[in-house]
């Protein structure tokens, strides 16, 4: 079993639709989750950040870690072409030095 | 100001060739981090170098792989002997410190093709 599992879809939505991205994990040490967006033939971008349990909003995203489960996710309200990417979940205790990534879900939003 | 940078951003080889990957962290990001990024697969962690401590190399694949840092800056990720499946996208990221705590900076990447 890997550390970190996304479906990596593809999923498409229809413009203004309300998606859901998500991850397990199995390791019940890590602190620090992470969302990451990633266009096509760029290096991927923070979108993200949370630590522990809890919501975190920003604008038309919210993030969601649910420790108890070990599960994450991410909502993205009023979907837009421009939403079009690859999303990344990432993840680790913070005392280590790399992040543990999901595959990614690839993401098309049709106007 | 500049973002990581990689060079080159297109790298085709012959099987059993040697390459050399640049990255170019933010300037005083301590941190530097590779990854590696195949086709349908997420982002896999190489090796890692944190100031002036040895460096993880606990991800590379075999020892094919090396990297050096010099001067704590310029990095240089070498693939010797490259086989098909190190085709992949090669992605650099600094950070201020450790991952997680600190956001992690993402250079554009080198896509290598091994024919």
């Known amino acids: 079993q890997k550390e970190v599992e996304q479906d990596p879809g593809p999923l498409s939505v229809p413009e203004g639709a309300i998606v859901s991205l998500n991850c397990t994990y199995s390791?019940?040490?890590?602190?620090?989750f992470m969302w990451y967006r990633q266009y096509s033939r760029k290096g991927p971008e923070l979108l993200m950040y949370?630590?522990?349990?809890g919501n975190k909003e920003d604008g038309r995203f919210t993030a969601q870690v649910d420790k108890s489960s070990k599960y994450i996710s991410l909502f993205i309200r009023d979907s837009q072409p421009s939403d079009s990417a690859t999303y990344l979940c990432a993840m680790n205790r913070g005392s280590q030095g790399n992040l543990i990534f999901g595959k990614g879900t690839k993401l098309s939003v049709k106007p | 100001g500049a973002g990581v940078s990689q060079s080159p951003s297109n790298k085709v080889t012959e099987k059993g060739k040697d390459v050399e990957l640049r990255c170019d962290p933010i300037s005083g990001h301590t941190a530097l981090y590779w990854y590696r990024q195949s086709l349908g697969q997420g982002l896999e962690f190489l090796i890692y170098f944190q100031g002036n401590s040895a460096p993880d190399k606990s991800g590379l694949p075999s020892d094919r792989f090396s990297a050096e840092r010099t001067g704590g800056s310029v990095s240089t990720l070498t693939i010797q002997r490259t086989q098909q499946e190190d085709s992949a996208v090669y992605l650099c990221?600094?950070?201020?410190?450790?991952?997680?705590?600190?956001?992690?900076?993402f250079g554009p990447g080198t896509r290598l093709t091994v024919l």
């Open positions: 949370t630590y522990s349990s």
């Open positions: 390791n019940s040490a890590f602190q620090y």
């Open positions: 990221a600094s950070s201020l410190g450790l991952a997680g705590i600190y956001e992690q900076f």
